[in-house]
């Protein structure tokens, strides 16, 4: 069953703008490690930090938690598989939400799909459960 869907699109430019302006303060509070390892290998950097910011909004959309002041962005992160398919992992608070909104006797899994086209980046998320029998 579908728990929950979420999407978001972000502008490359603005988020370029707040790199250039925040620099590693933004990035440190945003983005995790694995991330930022991501952004800083590309020539894009502000087109992937983008789809990331707009991945991390979706997610919270799907949680149905939308965006709250002081929330932990680093608590819901991508990361690519070797085929450059993403992956949202969530931790904390993020985590939690997740295991509230999950039925008894299911996993729950995130799905994840982003895409570029400047100066947008779009997510989308959904939330799924399976039973796990
Ligand atoms: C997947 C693919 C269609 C993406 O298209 P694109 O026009 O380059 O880029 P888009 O802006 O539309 O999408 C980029 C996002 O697609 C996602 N993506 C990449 N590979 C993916 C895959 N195999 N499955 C699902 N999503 C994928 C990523 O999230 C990527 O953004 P990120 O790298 O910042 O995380 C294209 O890369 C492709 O056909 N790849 C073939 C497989 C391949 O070349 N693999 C190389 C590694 S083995």
């Given amino acids: 069953m579908i728990l929950g869907i979420g ?7 603005r988020i370029q703008g707040v790199l250039s302006r925040h620099g590693d303060r933004f990035r440190n509070r945003v983005f995790t490690e694995t991330e930022q390892a991501k952004a800083s290998r590309r020539k894009d950097e502000a087109g992937t930090y983008a789809k990331r910011w707009a991945a991390k909004e979706a997610c919270s959309k799907a949680l149905g938690t939308g965006l709250r002041m002081g929330i932990a962005w680093r608590d819901m992160s991508v ?4 085929s450059g398919q993403p992956v949202m992992e969530v931790t904390g608070w993020a985590k939690n939400r997740l295991d509230e909104i999950t039925p008894d006797d299911h996993k729950a899994i995130v799905h994840v799909s982003l895409t570029d086209d400047h100066p947008w980046a779009q997510a989308y998320v959904v939330i799924e459960a399976r039973p796990l029998a």
């Fill in 7 to 13: 999407t978001d699109l972000a502008n490359i430019d």
């Fill in 79 to 82: 990361s690519n598989l070797p």
